[in-house]
């Protein structure tokens, strides 16, 4: 299976102190494409984060359905982007999530969600369906039932009401180790002179084979292609 794989994610804005926090921590710009240096330590525990760089998911990463070209993809972007004004998420804070860390809004705004849920429904119709190997990929046998039947149905279970926006700064990890991490990562943050976050545009990304997600276009609210 060789078809390239596209998410609809939420990226800092470009030029900003989040963007070059995330860049560093991850080592990797998906935006250019290019090997960010890392702080020790820091490569072995986001090899898996890496690859697709800094952001926060508002459609997690799918095949095109058959028939679907990549402009479909791009023209529904526009259109759901038309339609939409800035979202202020907010101040954000370094947290375990999970086994992970990562970056996660304060006080989550209404307004992320909804405009989580429209990106997952709107761009539903071009998803192709989940292969058995992507379905087990998930682990089915360790969620919900609830979260089993958004799976099936939404080819992601986070969603909807089990929708949490965050910015992955780690693969997962033991936990002495996240402990570790969130300190070292909280005072990095802080020290980083990171913006509150505003959401100004739907960015797709694309992966061609197993290589790291790349920014392909970056569509503002608005409807204008940047």
Known sequence: MNQPRYAIYALPEPGSALEAFGRAVLGYDNVSGEAVPQSPG???VTAGARVYGFHGTLKAPMRLAPGIREDDLLGEAARVA???PPVEVGTLEVAALGRFVALIPAVPPPALGLLAAECVASFEPLRASLTEAERAKRKPER???RARALLDRWGYPHVFEEFRFHMTLTDALPPEAQAEWQARLTE???DSGAEALTIRSIDILRQDGTAPFRLLARIPFGGRHG
């Open 42 to 44: 820091l490569a072995e």
């Open 82 to 84: 038309a339609a939409h």
């Open 143 to 145: 969620l919900s039932p």
């Open 188 to 190: 990095t943050y802080r």
